[in-house]
């Protein structure tokens, strides 16, 4: 099984920018399509955006289009979450995860494997 480490996250103001980063080991995510997903305290965890695996198909949640962009490299076993002008309700624990699934078609019930999370704060 694959073991997924995001890094990246932290505090920030509204309007402004992170980088979430995921990397794999155990397996390599070439094949699998690779999702970020966020939770807010008191609701329930969603999909935020995902990347086939040959990178050419990518989804995001209308609250984010326009806003983050979602990559990988195949090459360093790494997905990447660019987001920029953040707001307060972008506050949420984000989850690196891999699927079978097609983009699609993804759901919080289809991941294989989830990283640990990794803490984003926008601040008013």
């Known amino acids: 099984q694959v073991q997924l480490v995001e890094s990246g996250g932290g505090l920030v103001q509204a309007g402004g920018s992170l980088r979430l980063s995921c990397a794999a080991s155990?397996?390599?995510?070439?094949?699998?399509?690779m999702a970020w997903f966020r939770q807010a305290p008191g609701k329930e965890r969603e999909i935020v955006a995902a990347?086939?695996?040959?990178?050419?198909?990518?989804r995001y949640a209308d609250s984010v289009k326009g806003r983050f962009t979602i990559s990988r490299d195949n090459a360093k076993n790494s997905v990447y979450l660019q987001m920029n002008s953040l707001k307060p309700e972008d506050t949420a624990v984000y989850y690196c995860?891999?699927?079978?699934?097609?983009?699609?078609?993804?759901?919080?019930?289809?991941?294989?494997?989830w990283g640990q999370g990794t803490q984003v704060t926008v601040s008013s």
């Open positions: 155990g397996r390599t995510l070439s094949r699998y399509t």
């Open positions: 990347i086939s695996w040959i990178g050419g198909i990518t």
């Open positions: 995860a891999s699927a079978s699934n097609s983009v699609a078609t993804l759901r919080s019930r289809d991941v294989d494997s």
